[in-house]
């Protein structure tokens, strides 16, 4: 109804992203890849650890060129579960009225038998002409823009091209160009970037071998409970819009992910109320000054429809 999703029938990655009800199509590659974890070399003995992004080189090692893959229709949902490694796989899933693509990915444990530490990340690539320029959100709320390679206060002399460049991701980073945005919203906190134009990346997981010299005093090489290190399992949601009309989708959508409903179960014995209502009662002596802080979802100029000034009747 919403999106169309197609994939190289070859390789099993995704091949391009269609919105029906905006007549959008993008061509979007998604796959795994990673950095190697520096641990220290001729220009800086600095190491990539708990505190500290150093990857040895700019250019990341692809999990796997191809992923194995099986599709899964049914009348509430559509899946495709791709298989890169025996370490990392995903499940791309559409559902009747989804208004974006959910990707669900499972990493670990990273393999390190061969010495070296390793630093994943889900990238997308894009033909958009974005000019070194995406856009990363502050704590869920304000969104900023990012330039590559540049600080708005001082001339920047960069020595460190990727990492660098990552910012913290909190809930969404996304890429435009003058008529198409490509959102990525993020069930939790992460590093974020575009290393490339037309490009976003997002750290999944990380397993490294050296300490950074940082204070944690050990390298980030967590076992788990069987030995082999730990699994990671996460949600990312992409959505294709106008760029004009982008943040109507994501800014609901976010929250969404951010704060979902809680559901609780209890034992049913005893009174119970089925409505519940504070008109008429006090709130008792006992209690002092209340806050109530409100919010506005989109910023000034954002959406047509969404930024618009809102009113509040505390009477």
Not at 65 to 75: E, F, I, Q, S, V
Not at 113 to 134: H, M, N, W, Y
Not at 232 to 255: F, I, K, M, N, S
Not at 272 to 295: D, M
Request: proline share 6%; aromatic share 6%; with cysteine.
């Amino acid at each position: 109804q919403h999106l169309r999703v197609l994939f190289d029938p070859v390789t099993g990655h995704l091949r391009e992203i269609q919105n029906l009800a905006k007549g959008i199509s993008l061509p979007v590659f998604q796959s795994f890849y990673w950095y190697n974890a520096s641990a220290g070399d001729s220009e800086s003995s600095q190491a990539s650890g708990a505190y500290i992004f150093r990857p040895n080189a700019s250019v990341p090692s692809p999990v796997a060129k191809r992923a194995t893959t099986r599709l899964l229709k049914t009348a509430v949902v559509q899946e495709l579960h791709q298989n890169f490694s025996a370490w990392c796989s995903q499940v791309l899933r559409l559902r009747p009225g989804q208004p974006y693509l959910e990707l669900e990915w499972t990493v670990g444990p990273i393999p390190v038998g061969d010495g070296l530490g390793k630093e994943v990340i889900s990238r997308f690539q894009t033909p958009l002409r974005t000019a070194g320029l995406f856009y990363t959100d502050s704590n869920g709320r304000q969104v900023l823009e990012r330039r590559r390679d540049y600080r708005p206060t001082w001339n920047l002399s960069q020595s460190e091209p990727v990492a660098g460049n990552y910012y913290p991701v909190n809930t969404r980073i996304f890429i435009r160009d003058q008529k198409v945005q490509l959102t990525v919203l993020t069930d939790r906190s992460q590093g974020g970037s575009s290393i490339l134009d037309g490009s976003l990346e997002l750290m999944v997981h990380r397993r490294l071998l050296n300490d950074d010299k940082r204070g944690l005093g050990e390298a980030l090489d967590e076992p788990g409970a069987d030995g082999r290190g730990l699994v990671v399992r996460g949600r990312h949601l992409v959505l294709l819009d106008t760029a004009q009309a982008a943040a109507e989708q994501h800014r609901p959508r976010a929250q969404e992910m951010a704060t979902p409903p809680q559901g609780v179960l209890a034992a049913g014995e005893g009174p119970h109320l089925r409505q519940v209502s504070g008109e008429g009662r006090g709130v008792g002596a006992g209690v002092g000054p209340l806050l109530l802080r409100l919010e506005h979802l989109y910023e000034q100029g954002e959406s047509h429809n969404g930024s618009q000034p809102a009113s509040v009747d505390l009477t």
